[in-house]
């Protein structure tokens, strides 16, 4: 058994990997390295992490000169947290490593694609893209093999895991978020030891989980500007605003149409605001200084009202949970809804969103008719499942890794080729 390098603020069993590495292997690695170092350089590596390059964020890869792909969204969501991480006592690599690995499980074109996965696997316990990051993580990427001759995936600690997962339950009646497929619950429930009893995210994963927030709200506004989608100016027209509010609902149910017109108001008052964008050089430049205050304002915020409510730190794991002024979370939601109704719901978003559904769920279709097709790991995991249902989620896990022009090519490849006899 290797020697276990300790971190302050966590203990054994944080740092504990469901998988046992020989300690030879351990030391050859780089033995100086704390578990989470090991972690956050485990991901970092990874062909997942790599493929996120090709996978839709907002505008798909291609379509811009200046896009934000799956991957370049993970590596802003990990600056952002490991600074949060930094500045309230858990540790920075876990955080980090949380962040970089919080979209790992998304399929070709994004939630268009996971919408699509879900529909057509109702039977064997749906499609979630957080459930597919526990999957990556613990059995589909390549790295460790266990003692019984399986796959481990990355063979994470049990702390990276619980701070990827942002639903902490498997599937329920009455949702379609979730964080484990009936057939990886041993894992799950490996990895929620310490845990509460109620189903609450551990304080890193609660950190990853704003920083993604903050990083897709912030972000998503700079592209919509950058890009022409959005026009400043039309956010101060009252019925634009009123259909802005109305949209903002979706991301704080909770909130009064007056509280969002003062959450927009405010951002609207601040002396760096792009109130209004032409393109030159000196618009470019105040545009991204109003994404860095943004990103500032909003993480600021975070790390003075936690500290008011549970103290300087260190905090970690289940001892603290991150508070964010409703100030703070009505601003974001206003944000969040600016890409949704300019961006991603015009009708040009809707026609692509239906075309790369379609694709995905005739794709499955046709690799399901034709396993001859899967790439060699998956197709030994198809050999070996013992059911048709087994055999569907294989053909899933691998649509699910494609990026969206590999999607595109293998539905061409398929769609071609003779049907299986």
């Not at 149910?253 to 601040?270: F, I, M, S, T, Y």
């Amino acid at each position: 058994m290797a020697q276990l390098i300790s971190v302050a603020g966590y203990e054994e069993a944080d740092i504990e990997r469901y998988a046992v590495e020989p300690a030879s292997e351990l030391k050859r690695t780089g033995g100086e390295r704390t578990p989470f170092q090991r972690d956050r350089a485990r991901v970092l590596h990874s062909l997942a992490l790599r493929r996120l390059a090709g996978k839709t964020q907002v505008v798909a890869p291609g379509e811009s000169d200046f896009p934000r792909t799956r991957l370049t969204h993970s590596l802003e969501v990990a600056q952002i947290g490991r600074e949060l991480a930094g500045s309230l006592g858990a540790d920075p690599d876990l955080v980090e490593a949380s962040c970089l690995a919080h979209d790992l499980g998304h399929p070709p074109f994004g939630h268009t694609g996971e919408g699509a996965l879900n529909e057509v696997t109702g039977a064997i316990g749906g499609f979630e893209g957080n459930a597919q990051n526990l999957r990556i993580l613990t059995r589909l990427e390549a790295k460790v093999i266990s003692a019984d001759g399986r796959s481990a995936g990355l063979n994470p600690t049990r702390a990276l895991l619980d701070a990827t997962t942002k639903y902490p339950w498997p599937r329920r009646p009455g949702t379609n978020k979730f964080g484990a497929y009936a057939d990886d619950l041993p894992v799950f429930a490996w990895l929620r030891i310490g845990a509460p009893p109620e189903p609450v995210k551990c304080f890193e994963a609660q950190i990853m989980d704003w920083s993604d927030d903050v990083a897709y709200s912030v972000h998503d506004l700079e592209d919509a500007i950058y890009a022409g989608h959005l026009d400043p100016k039309v956010l101060l027209i009252d019925e634009e605003r009123a259909a802005l509010f109305e949209r903002s609902l979706g991301y704080a149910p909770d909130a009064e149409p007056g509280e969002l017109a003062a959450a927009l108001d405010r951002l609207q008052c601040v002396e760096w605001w792009p109130a209004e964008y032409d393109r030159s050089f000196a618009a470019q430049t105040r545009l991204k200084r109003a994404a860095s205050e943004l990103i500032g304002r909003f993480c600021l915020a975070v790390v003075h009202a936690t500290r008011a409510e549970f103290g300087p730190g260190p905090h970690t794991r289940h001892n603290a949970h991150l508070i964010v002024p409703r100030p703070i979370r009505l601003e974001n939601a206003v944000l969040k809804a600016v890409a949704a109704r300019y961006v991603m719901e015009t009708e040009r978003a809707f026609m692509l969103r239906a075309r790369q559904a379609s694709l995905i769920r005739e794709l499955v279709s046709l690799l399901a008719d034709r396993p001859d097709q899967l790439e060699p790991a998956f197709h030994a995991w198809w050999s070996d499942a013992p059911d048709d249902q087994s055999r569907l989620r294989v053909v899933v896990d691998q649509i699910a890794s494609l990026t969206d022009a590999s999607a595109n090519r293998l539905h061409s490849l398929l769609s071609g080729l003779p049907r299986r006899i």
